[in-house]
Antibody, heavy 115, light 107 residues
Framework: EVQLQQSGAELVKPGASVKLSCKTS????????MSWLKQMPGQNIEWIGN????????GYNQKFKGKATLTVDKSSSTAYMDLSSLTSEDSAVYFC????????WGQGVMVTVSS | DIQMTQSPSSMSASLGDRVTITCQAS??????LIWFQQKPGKSPRPMIY???NLANGVPSRFSGSRSGSDYSLTISSLESEDMADYHC?????????FGSGTKLEIK
């Protein structure tokens, strides 16, 4: 069974950074891309970027360049997203989702930026 | 970036009604569109792939169609479990872009 398990909710201070994880199981991690997405409350979903599990190659939405950094650890079949210089505009739910078909999603993680 | 204009933003319908949600693409995306259903507090679930293909396990009352740059998700006979938000996604061109979403409520 394919599973994407995201790390827990985060409360972080403005200006800080946070690293989110998406641990996968049930499929060959290195054969698929992983996308990361942002959803602010009551708003539409934004695609942040994706990363290929095989070689770590990345593609970013220009809007999130400098904000998000995607990495993978093939040994643990885990994808990561670093968010830097956090502001209130980064408070949102963040999802990981598999491949170009978005057929499997993590459960989402709420990031709250507040002093 | 390709803009996906989704309508309506919200709607209320009765059980058994036929419901249609539409996304209009600002550029040619071919059939490179996915429809998602999202229930409160949950992750999106793909319902329709490649504009018209039903995803595995999705009830047959859901269907997708295309007319030019307009893409539609139709529920032929609304059931209570269909209350959710619906989103379209184009994956023809980076950055991938979503519609603004439709909140579907049951009268």
């Amino acid at each position: 069974e394919v599973q994407l398990q995201q790390s827990g909710a985060e409360l972080v201070k403005p200006g800080a950074s946070v690293k989110l994880s998406c641990k996968t199981s049930g499929y060959t991690f290195s054969n698929y891309y992983m996308s990361w997405l942002k959803q602010m409350p009551g708003q539409n979903i934004e695609w942040i970027g994706n990363i290929y599990g095989g070689n770590g190659g990345t593609g970013y939405n220009q809007k999130f360049k400098g904000k998000a950094t995607l990495t993978v650890d093939k040994s643990s079949s885990t994808a990561y997203m670093d968010l830097s210089s956090l502001t209130s505009e980064d408070s949102a739910v963040y999802f990981c989702a598999r491949g170009g078909s978005f057929d499997y999603w993590g459960q989402g993680v709420m990031v709250t930026v507040s002093s | 970036d390709i803009q996906m204009t989704q309508s309506p933003s919200s709607m209320s319908a009765s059980l058994g009604d036929r419901v249609t949600i539409t996304c209009q693409a600002s550029q040619d995306i071919g059939n490179n569109l996915i429809w998602f259903q999202q229930k409160p507090g949950k992750s999106p679930r793909p319902m329709i792939y490649y504009a018209t293909n039903l995803a595995n396990g999705v009830p047959s009352r859901f269907s997708g169609s295309r007319s030019g740059s307009d893409y539609s998700l139709t529920i032929s006979s609304l059931e209570s479990e269909d209350m959710a938000d619906y989103h379209c996604l184009q994956y023809k061109q980076y950055p991938l872009t979503f519609g603004s979403g439709t909140k579907l409520e049951i009268k």
